[in-house]
T-cell receptor, first 110, second 114 residues
Framework: RKEVEQDPGPFNVPEGATVAFNCTYSNSASQSFFWYRQDCRKEPKLLMSVYSSGNEDGRFTAQLNRASQYISLLIRDSKLSDSATYLCVVNLRRDDKIIFGKGTRLHILP | DGGITQSPKYLFRKEGQNVTLSCEQNLNHDAMYWYRQDPGQGLRLIYYSQIVNDFQKGDIAEGYSVSREKKESFPLTVTSAQKNPTAFYLC?????????????FGDGTRLSIL
């Protein structure tokens, strides 16, 4: 099983829709979780950290389920500018290794 | 402004040559990372360094070497042993305290083989 797995997509959704995608991780010792956004041919940028209690930032909601070892990202009222690849990131605090998922491509359709 | 600077932005290499990619940061971060990204793929960790004069291999270290002689610099050498070096290379550093574990990325270097 890969350390961090994501559905590669693409997710093609109409503007204004709500879209959600998950990311699963294999190491139960994982301690920190993040969602990054990457635009085509650009570097990844931090979208939000993921906390155990779940957290929200505007239209974006992130949740962590430690028992099932997955994190999720929900985007409400999607905008054309949300089109990007969303990378799930997991940190194993033990050795400071940071692991990226392969990313989920999202296309918002007008 | 603080940040990470990678250079060059585009680099062309002849087969059999070693090339060094530069990564400099003025964020006073201890930890620095090198990733490789291939088209349609995620980021794969090449090497990382948690402190000056120390570094660890990532998942795909073969054919690469690094040094960390100064806190602000973490250059990556792509050696001739790396058989498929064409990729997008990203350098990152990690903050401490309130920003612990959030990575800051450079703009990347695109390496191509002539």
């Amino acid at each position: 099983r890969k350390e961090v797995e994501q559905d590669p997509g693409p997710f093609n959704v109409p503007e204004g829709a709500t879209v959600a995608f998950n990311c699963t991780y294999s190491n139960s010792a994982s301690q920190s979780f993040f969602w990054y956004r990457q635009d085509c041919r650009k570097e990844p940028k931090l979208l939000m950290s993921v906390y155990s209690s779940g957290n929200e930032d505007g239209r974006f909601t992130a949740q962590l389920n430690r028992a099932s070892q997955y994190i999720s990202l929900l985007i409400r009222d999607s905008k054309l500018s949300d089109s990007a690849t969303y990378l799930c990131v997991v940190n194993l605090r033990r050795d400071d290794k940071i692991i990226f998922g392969k990313g989920t491509r999202l296309h918002i359709l007008p | 402004d603080g940040g990470i600077t990678q250079s060059p932005k585009y680099l062309f290499r002849k087969e059999g040559q070693n090339v060094t990619l530069s990564c400099e940061q003025n964020l006073n971060h201890d930890a620095m990372y090198w990733y490789r990204q291939d088209p349609g793929q995620g980021l794969r960790l090449i090497y990382y360094s948690q402190i000056v004069n120390d570094f660890q291999k990532g998942d795909i270290a073969e054919g690469y070497s690094v040094s960390r002689e100064k806190k602000e610099s973490f250059p990556l050498t792509v050696t001739s042993a790396q058989k498929n070096p064409t990729a997008f290379y990203l350098c990152a550093s990690r903050g401490e305290g309130a920003t612990y574990m959030t990575q800051h990325f450079g703009d990347g270097t695109r390496l191509s083989i002539l």
